[in-house]
């Protein structure tokens, strides 16, 4: 039968380029963001974390860009590549709670 | 690297009737979370564990859901009766509290009931 679900809000990135990756969170009171990565057929993989007292943060290829006023993430991900194809969550929560509130997804392809 | 183990991967089971989830977190991970993702849909937080009770659960995590760690090295869930709306990717995850806050999610174990 057709599944219902949500629409995943998609993006396609030429191979080698950048791509940015936007989310919305919910919570106002939240300190700690992550943007997770989920293959096809897989659990969600950590790609990078951010506090709340941090407006940026680097890592390998990646950088997280957090905007508290508009409650705004945002992932970049630098030279794309082939295994870049996924979905990303971002995800928030605050210190002393243990439960992790995920975004809707978008669905990253890499067009070789 | 170390990493969240589950079983079964998939898991197929009639209406009504009761199934167990396993997980074996990291070892030296204290906390341990089960996170439920229905096809197409966004990851929903179930219950988290803590000193071997439960720290939170969502309103999802009703009666018919429990969670043990029997041992030192198996963490469970339990649905009592299952409904056909539980049918969903069910995630397990854990975190070392001494490290960062990064949960770590196992591959999952994909519940269809008919």
């Known amino acids: 039968g057709e599944s219902v679900g949500l629409h995943l809000p998609t993006l396609s990135v030429q191979e080698g380029d950048n791509s940015i990756i936007n989310c919305a969170y919910s919570?106002?009171?939240?300190?700690?963001f992550i943007w997770y990565k989920q293959e096809s057929g897989k659990g969600p993989q950590f790609i990078i974390d951010?506090?709340?007292?941090?407006d940026k943060r680097q890592g390998q290829r990646v950088t997280v860009l957090l905007n508290k006023t508009v409650k705004h993430l945002s992932l970049q991900i630098a030279a794309t590549q082939p295994g870049d194809s996924a979905v990303y969550f971002c995800?928030?929560?605050?210190?002393?709670?243990?439960?992790?509130?995920f975004g809707t997804g978008t669905r990253l392809t890499i067009i070789p | 690297e170390p990493e969240v183990t589950q079983t079964p991967s998939h898991q197929v089971t009639q209406m009504g009737q009761e199934v167990i989830l396993r997980c074996v977190p990291i070892?030296?991970?204290?906390?341990f979370y089960w996170y439920r993702q229905i096809l197409g849909q966004k990851v929903e937080f179930l219950v988290s564990?803590?000193?071997?009770?439960?720290?939170?659960k969502s309103e999802i995590f009703d009666d018919q859901f429990s969670v043990e760690r029997p041992d030192g090295s198996n963490f469970t869930l339990k649905i009592r009766s299952t409904k056909l709306e539980d049918s969903a990717m069910y995630f397990c995850?854990?975190?070392?509290?001494?490290?960062?806050?990064?949960?770590?999610f196992g591959p999952g174990t994909r519940l269809t009931v008919t």
């Open positions: 951010i506090r709340s007292n941090m």
């Open positions: 564990f803590y000193n071997n009770e439960i720290s939170e």
């Open positions: 919570n106002s009171a939240s300190d700690y």
């Open positions: 070892s030296n991970h204290l906390y």
């Open positions: 995800a928030e929560t605050n210190f002393g709670n243990e439960k992790l509130t």
């Open positions: 995850a854990s975190r070392n509290p001494d490290s960062s806050y990064e949960q770590y």
